[in-house]
Structure formats: structure tokens, C-alpha cells
């Protein structure tokens, strides 16, 4: 639990990434599984296309990776974020915490940490378990391209 006093600002609006603790690093994450969805990138111009495809360690209904601790064994290129690579932080979804805090954005106003619980995340519909699709499912990840719902742009019509 972050203490906080009641007049001062919150973590993520007094620290940089750099300098947040693990725990609150890792309370940044929404779990909206977005970023466990196969996407694919345009060789010619680097655009990252997302897919309703889950990665094979994606629980689907949790939106959790089944095997955290030993997933970079199974899925190699599954990537650890850190703040190290904050400035390739591109790739991830334009509604995540990490990527909005490293473009010197705000949390939205459906996240964890400002509504106290993880529901807000399903009911902005952020949250990709009513979406994404097992690997085994899927021919082919071309036909699987979709435009994730602009959740940021939501949030900002209602301020
Ligand atoms: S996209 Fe960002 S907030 Fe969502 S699960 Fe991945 S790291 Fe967490
Ligand atoms: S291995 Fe786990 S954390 Fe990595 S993309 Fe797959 S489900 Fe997500």
C-alpha cells in the first residue's frame, strides 16, 4: 500500500518512471492483456497492427499470463518491460499506463489505481477477454488484424 498524503500528489504524477519502486511499478499495469495480443509490424514502415490473437500463455477470462515466472522460456520474444526502454515504448497500446506516462501523458480515468478496483478496466472496455482468441484457433494472423477500441480518446471527450 502507498501511503499518501491526502494534499499531495499521487506516485505517478510526482516520479518519473525511473524513479518509482517495483511495486509501483508494477502497479502501473492495468491488465488489460492488450499488449499479449500477436500483433504484427509493416516492414516497410514499422506500424504495429494488433490482432485478436492471444498469446498461448494468455488466460483469456483473467486476462493473466498463465506462467509469468518461466514465460520468456516458453515465449522467447514475450518482452519484459523496463524502464530502460521506455523511448520504445511505441508498440505498446496508447491506453497503456507505461506508455502514456513515458509520453508525458495522465492516467485515464477508468485506471485501477484511480478507481481502486479492476472492473473499471472491463467496463471502459479496455480489457481484451471479450475480444481476444486463442492461438489455436487461428489460420492465419492477417485475417485476425483488428483496431483496438481509442479508449484515451473516450476519456478525454468526457473531461
Ligand atoms: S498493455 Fe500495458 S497495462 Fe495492459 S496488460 Fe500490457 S503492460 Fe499492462
Ligand atoms: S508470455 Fe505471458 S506476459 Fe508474455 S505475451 Fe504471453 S501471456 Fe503475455
Known sequence: MNKQDKTSKP?????????????????????????????LEDADDGEVYY????????????????????RQQIVPDCL???VKQAQFF???PNSCAYRLLAEGESLPSWHP???????????????????????????????EVIALLDVMKADSDEA
Open 90 to 92: 511505441d508498440w505498446l
Open 51 to 70: 490482432t485478436r490473437v492471444a498469446c498461448q500463455l494468455l488466460d483469456i477470462k483473467q486476462c493473466r499470463c498463465k506462467d509469468y515466472q518461466n
Open 11 to 39: 506516485f505517478w504524477e510526482q516520479k518519473k518512471l525511473s524513479e518509482m519502486n517495483h511495486q509501483e511499478w508494477e502497479s502501473l499495469c492495468d491488465g488489460c492483456g492488450r499488449c499479449c495480443l500477436h500483433k
Open 113 to 143: 489505481l484511480i478507481t481502486g478496483n479492476s472492473q473499471s478496466v472491463i467496463d471502459a472496455g479496455v480489457s481484451v477477454r471479450d475480444l481476444a482468441k486463442p492461438e489455436e484457433e487461428v489460420d492465419d494472423l492477417a485475417d
Open 80 to 82: 519484459q518491460l523496463s
